[in-house]
Structures are given as structure tokens and as C-alpha cells.
């Protein structure tokens, strides 16, 4: 099992709704709204590297509101 976070960049006003809305999609298994350089952080968990890569860039990316994100391997 592959665990990753990525971190999202949202529009003004838009964080909870899209946490919410990442929370729905496959292989998220956590989405919270945090303060700092970003608006939200998703956990994530795939069998393997293009499960992470599909959950990011065909579910969170595609999302309305959803900016610029970054997405960190968990290597322990």
C-alpha cells in the first residue's frame, strides 16, 4: 500500500467545500482545512503510485476551486 498527502491551494472562501468534496473521492482517507501556505491536506492510500496519481490529478484536480496542489509520498 502506497500513502501519500497532498497538500491543495483552493480559491477564496472555497476550502470546506472542497475538503468536503475530497473526502468523497476513492482512495482518500482523510481531507482537513489547514492554515499555513496551503488550504487543505489530503491523506491518501492506493495499491500503488498511479492509484496516488490517479486520485490527484482526475479527482482533486479536477474540482472546482482547486489550485495548485503538491503531493508527498510517505516513505516510512
Not at 60 to 69: D, H, N, P, Q, Y
Amino acid at each position: 500500500m502506497i500513502h501519500a498527502y497532498t497538500t491543495v491551494i483552493t480559491g477564496g472562501g472555497t476550502s470546506q467545500t472542497v475538503a468536503e468534496r475530497v473526502r468523497e473521492l476513492p482512495n482518500v482517507t482523510e481531507a482537513h482545512v489547514v492554515a499555513g501556505d496551503f488550504d487543505v491536506i489530503a491523506e491518501i492510500e492506493a495499491d500503488d503510485i498511479h492509484g496516488i496519481q490517479e486520485t490527484v490529478t482526475s479527482g482533486i484536480r479536477s474540482l472546482e476551486a482547486v489550485g495548485t496542489t503538491r503531493t508527498y509520498i510517505r516513505l516510512d
